[in-house]
Each structure stands twice: as structure tokens, then as C-alpha cells.
């Protein structure tokens, strides 16, 4: 049985909207449930996105990545939470409105901190499992079968 998880590929190793085995490295992740987590590059507001992978809805079908809960440390220009987000100990908390995204295009640079991966509270940098390129980092709900070692 294949397990759920987090593929992790940079963008020039994909072509036409799915991974291409030749150009870079295709990383999975295990998970089912994980925080990404942010700071502003210029307005230095932490914000983090709360996402579960589940199955897909039929027999075959990908597995599908689901924005659960988000918040944002305060608000800043250009950072403003939506009217629905509720103030809760420093933090505007919200229910993203794109409930299923496709997947995740992170843009990496050199001149920003990178994104956090968090799992019950735990994070460490993104590059962890993936180096940037200081590009796009695409990430998308998988199974380990479908990777390459």
C-alpha cells in the first residue's frame, strides 16, 4: 500500500503541469498533516497555512491537498486578512477560501528566510528536504509510489 504524503519538486523539473523524471529531484515527504509557515520578506508578519493530504474521492484517483485553517501574525500593507478572520491571541485565524488548491507554488530566494515545514509543533526550514534553487518550489499531495527513489 502506497503511503500519503508531500512531493517536493523545483519547477525547472517540471514540464506541462506534471513532474518529469529527468530534469531534478522529486522528493517525498510522508504526511498527512503539516503547517507551512512563513515570514514577510519586508513587512516581517509571520503566517502560517494549516493543509491535510487525503485520498483521492475514487479508486485510482491522486491524492488531493486540503487548506484546513490559516493565520497571520497581526496585519501589515498588502497583508491584510480576510473579513471572516477572527482575532485570537495575536493572531488573525481564517478558513482559507480555496478549500482543495492543486498544489503549492513557493517562491524561494536567497535573500529571504525560507519557508517553515511543521509537524505537531515542530518546524525546521523547507530546505531540508529540498534545496532551493531560488525559484519555484512546486508542492503537491502524492503517494509514495508515484516518486522515484
Known amino acids: 500500500m502506497a503511503g500519503l504524503g508531500v512531493c517536493l519538486a523545483l519547477a525547472a523539473a517540471v514540464t506541462g503541469g506534471s513532474v518529469d523524471p529527468a530534469p531534478g529531484p522529486v522528493v517525498f515527504v ?17 503566517w502560517e497555512e494549516d493543509y491535510a493530504v487525503a485520498p ?6 491522486a491524492p488531493v ?5 490559516a493565520r497571520v501574525r497581526g496585519s501589515a500593507a498588502g497583508m491584510e486578512p480576510p473579513e471572516d478572520a477572527v482575532l485570537r491571541k495575536g493572531w488573525y485565524e481564517y478558513t482559507p477560501r480555496m478549500w482543495s488548491p492543486h498544489g503549492l507554488r513557493l517562491t524561494r530566494s536567497a535573500y529571504t528566510a525560507d519557508y517553515e515545514w511543521c509537524v505537531s509543533g515542530h518546524c525546521e526550514p523547507l530546505g531540508r ?21
Open 129 to 149: 528536504w529540498l534545496p532551493s534553487d531560488g525559484g519555484i518550489t512546486l508542492l503537491t499531495a502524492c503517494e509514495q509510489s508515484a516518486t522515484r527513489d
Open 65 to 69: 491537498l486540503q487548506a484546513l485553517t
Open 30 to 46: 510522508p504526511t498527512t498533516h503539516f503547517t507551512l509557515a512563513w515570514t514577510h520578506s519586508i513587512e516581517k508578519v509571520r
Open 56 to 61: 483521492g474521492q475514487r479508486p485510482g484517483e
